[in-house]
């Protein structure tokens, strides 16, 4: 278990995370969502023990992440992964090997070849994807308890990412490792995470499991004869809303059969139901601290 308490940390006066508290239990795949710049690099370090945290700790089922015996258990994979000029597959590694003694080449070269990577030619010389696409192999290589992925999606074409999430589920049933992976793309993490936690000015603002969190959501279209407004919906818990025109689509939490009703004395033309995702969930949330509400 991953356990996070207190943790604050700044650059400057620029304060990134504030009285963070989390934990992280045992082979689960966590996703960390929230806009750019909104401290999840920063988290996945000081979870790392790249940065070390001004204020709070974070353990490991009890140990120092700096501790010999955690590291060679955690792995993380930066959004920019360091490499320098001759660095090359083959060249990688053997690097990795000084660090992670353990590391598996044979899966290594599998993925590398799956990905039809050159294995001697530098890295310099790579798309993004494709170095991407290098480091992702080396972190299933290395197979670790704790894997730590920031914007891990990032310059993957859709079959590389479907590879990707395949491997990945692989891991954690036959491993039984743990996986915090980091995103902006909502739609990457919907199908694929167990838990998310939501990270915006400074602090974890909303967390759960993924499909708890669409469950009590509803979402409908309606059009009506006038131009509605958002007061239009003002006796229904809206999550969020879109107006174009004579039609509105609106996100409601609640029970089904009370928002059907009220949404029914509205008078609408039409009125369809559809369904929710959860993307339009974590904008829900955002939408709603935005307008002064609780998240």
Same mark, same amino acid.
């Given at each position: 278990?991953?356990?996070?308490?207190?943790?604050?940390?700044?650059? !400057?006066?620029?304060?990134?995370?504030? +009285?963070?508290?989390?934990?992280?239990?045992?082979?689960?795949?966590?996703?960390?969502?929230?806009?750019?710049?909104?401290?999840?690099?920063?988290?996945?370090?000081?979870?790392?023990?790249?940065?070390?945290?001004?204020?709070?700790?974070?353990?490991?089922?009890?140990?120092?992440?700096?501790? +010999?015996?955690?590291?060679?258990? @955690?792995?993380?994979?930066?959004?920019? &992964?360091?490499?320098?000029?001759?660095? #090359?597959?083959?060249?990688?590694?053997?690097?990795?090997?000084?660090?992670?003694?353990?590391?598996?080449?044979?899966?290594?070269?599998?993925?590398?070849?799956?990905?039809?990577? &050159?294995?001697?030619?530098?890295?310099?010389?790579?798309?993004?994807?494709?170095?991407?696409?290098?480091?992702?192999?080396?972190?299933?290589?290395?197979? &670790?308890?704790?894997?730590?992925? $920031?914007?891990?999606?990032?310059?993957?074409?859709?079959?590389?990412?479907?590879?990707?999430? +395949?491997?990945?589920?692989?891991?954690?049933?036959?491993?039984?490792?743990?996986?915090?992976?980091?995103?902006?793309?909502?739609?990457?993490?919907?199908?694929?995470?167990?838990?998310?936690?939501?990270? $915006?000015?400074?602090?974890?603002?909303?967390?759960?499991?993924?499909?708890?969190?669409?469950?009590?959501?509803?979402?409908?279209?309606?059009?009506?004869?006038?131009?509605?407004?958002?007061? #239009?919906?003002?006796?229904?818990?809206?999550?969020?809303?879109?107006? #174009? !025109?004579?039609?509105?689509?609106?996100?409601?939490? !609640?029970?089904? !059969?009370?928002?059907?009703?009220?949404?029914?004395? @509205?008078? &609408?033309?039409?009125?369809?139901? @559809?369904?929710?995702?959860?993307?339009?969930?974590?904008?829900? $949330?955002?939408?709603?601290?935005?307008?002064?509400?609780?998240?």
């Amino acid at each position: 278990m991953i356990k996070i308490e207190g943790l604050s940390h700044s650059f !400057g006066d620029n304060k990134v995370l504030e +009285d963070v508290e989390l934990e992280i239990g045992d082979k689960k795949v966590l996703g960390l969502v929230g806009i750019n710049g909104a401290g999840k690099s920063t988290l996945l370090r000081l979870i790392s023990g790249v940065y070390h945290p001004q204020t709070g700790k974070v353990s490991y089922d009890g140990n120092d992440p700096l501790k +010999d015996e955690t590291r060679r258990n @955690l792995f993380l994979l930066p959004d920019d &992964p360091y490499f320098n000029g001759q660095t #090359t597959c083959k060249s990688l590694i053997e690097m990795y090997k000084v660090f992670y003694p353990e590391v598996d080449e044979e899966v290594f070269k599998e993925i590398i070849n799956d990905f039809k990577l &050159p294995w001697k030619k530098p890295l310099r010389t790579f798309s993004k994807g494709m170095r991407r696409q290098a480091f992702v192999a080396l972190a299933f290589a290395v197979a &670790p308890k704790y894997l730590l992925l $920031d914007e891990a999606f990032d310059g993957l074409d859709p079959l590389a990412r479907k590879k990707f999430k +395949d491997r990945l589920s692989k891991l954690v049933k036959e491993k039984g490792s743990t996986v915090i992976i980091s995103s902006h793309s909502l739609k990457e993490l919907e199908d694929f995470c167990d838990e998310f936690v939501m990270i $915006d000015e400074h602090h974890l603002i909303s967390s759960g499991k993924v499909l708890e969190k669409t469950m009590d959501l509803f979402k409908y279209q309606l059009a009506f004869k006038e131009i509605p407004t958002e007061e #239009t919906f003002a006796a229904l818990s809206v999550k969020s809303i879109k107006i #174009t !025109g004579r039609v509105a689509t609106v996100v409601c939490e !609640g029970e089904a !059969g009370e928002i059907e009703e009220k949404l029914n004395a @509205l008078d &609408p033309l039409i009125l369809d139901k @559809l369904d929710v995702n959860f993307e339009e969930a974590f904008i829900g $949330d955002i939408d709603r601290k935005l307008r002064g509400g609780e998240s």
